[in-house]
């Protein structure tokens, strides 16, 4: 069997040779898109929440650096040995290097926890360090967190709406970045990676990455369907899924190039590596790229294509297209007839 290039396959999908019919089947997308809301919602409630890191409920850290012992169980225990009832989050974040975090404890706690620390790991005092953040601080963030995204998506739809000079790609643009917030983050709880700031700043980046793609798509969709009334060739519905199946490798090229880097982060850095500083953000981007690529191809177009297909313009043009396809399959099942007709007389003249 012979293989297809990827620049042939790229070729016959922007020459309508080959298609995928994404419009056409946009029930199913959403269908599947409203399902994995729901289960993203519901995740974290079962859960009970989202695993928040220290900067958002507050409490006390102690880092332990340089130490060859990095035992889960070492640091719970020179914790549990002054506040019994604690329940520590002991990680190994880098190599030679332990992380723990507490609810907030008194001066006279933190000392004594530094020093069973000292004693656990084996290290000297200046290998212990202690931190404190108040439950305002992680208020605040999480508050200015909110407002970014709040105005962050006010503007992006009065930028595209004027941009496209139709709401109607707006609201379509703004329904799939929904969908994928809310994946990524049903997701990211599933993982019980900690939220924190470094997540915060990947969940509003995969944002913007969402868009561009989805815009350079809705570019291609305006460019296939102006002076549409003028042609009879294909419906609306037919060139909005024309013009993703054009773009649709370079969709793909784009969104491989973003995540390599970031499932190098992931896999090899914090996974392999114990590079767990970088886990929170790393999570979030992989996920949110490959989401908003999906959601572009998947959601934003077919919506933008179902918000049009019921107005009178498009409903017309549509029956010009269909009225046009029937005389054409009038036309060429009747030439045959004609031939055949023209033959038979012709040879009964021959014959008189």
Do not use: C
């Not at 035992?71 to 914790?79: D, F, L, S």
């Not at 000079?165 to 994946?183: D, E, H, N």
């Not at 981007?285 to 179902?306: D, E, H, Q, S, V």
């Not at 297909?309 to 030439?335: C, F, T």
């Amino acid at each position: 069997m012979r293989v297809t290039s990827f620049s042939r396959f790229g070729n016959e999908l922007h020459s309508g040779k080959r298609s995928y019919p994404f419009v056409a089947k946009r029930n199913l997308w959403f269908l599947i898109a409203a399902i994995a809301v729901l289960v993203s919602i519901i995740i974290p409630v079962v859960k009970g929440g989202f695993n928040l890191g220290i900067d958002f409920r507050g409490g006390s850290e102690f880092t332990v650096s340089d130490t060859q012992n990095t035992e889960v169980g070492a640091g719970e225990q020179a914790v549990n040995d002054v506040v019994p009832d604690a329940v520590p989050r002991v990680t190994n974040i880098a190599p030679e290097t332990m992380r723990i975090q507490t609810e907030q404890l008194t001066d006279d706690q933190t000392l004594d926890v530094r020093d069973n620390l000292i004693s656990a790991y084996e290290v000297s005092e200046d290998q212990v360090t202690s931190s404190f953040v108040g439950p305002t601080w992680g208020e605040d963030v999480s508050r200015q967190a909110l407002i970014g995204l709040v105005v962050f998506i006010l503007l992006a739809a009065v930028l595209m709406t004027i941009y496209f000079r139709t709401w109607k790609m707006s609201v379509a643009a703004m329904t799939a970045l929904v969908v994928v917030m809310i994946v990524t983050a049903g997701l990211y709880s599933l993982s019980d990676f900690e939220v924190t700031p470094s997540a915060i700043i990947g969940f509003l980046t995969i944002l913007s990455y969402a868009l561009y793609d989805t815009v350079v798509v809705f570019d291609k969709i305006r460019e296939n369907t102006e002076d549409l009334d003028l042609s009879t060739k294909r419906t609306f519905a037919e060139q909005v899924n024309l013009a993703v199946n054009q773009t649709l490798v370079r969709s793909i090229n784009t969104s491989v190039v973003a995540v390599l880097p970031v499932a190098s982060i992931l896999f090899i850095g914090a996974l392999l590596l114990g590079a767990g500083t970088l886990r929170d953000l790393s999570l979030a981007l992989f996920i949110g790229i490959i989401l908003g690529t999906l959601g572009t191809i998947f959601i934003a177009a077919p919506m933008y294509a179902f918000l049009r297909l019921n107005e009178p313009e498009m409903r017309k043009q549509e029956k010009k297209v269909r009225n046009r396809r029937v005389q054409e399959a009038e036309a060429g099942s009747a030439a045959p007839a004609l031939t055949a007709h023209g033959s038979t007389a012709h040879g009964a003249t021959a014959r008189g």
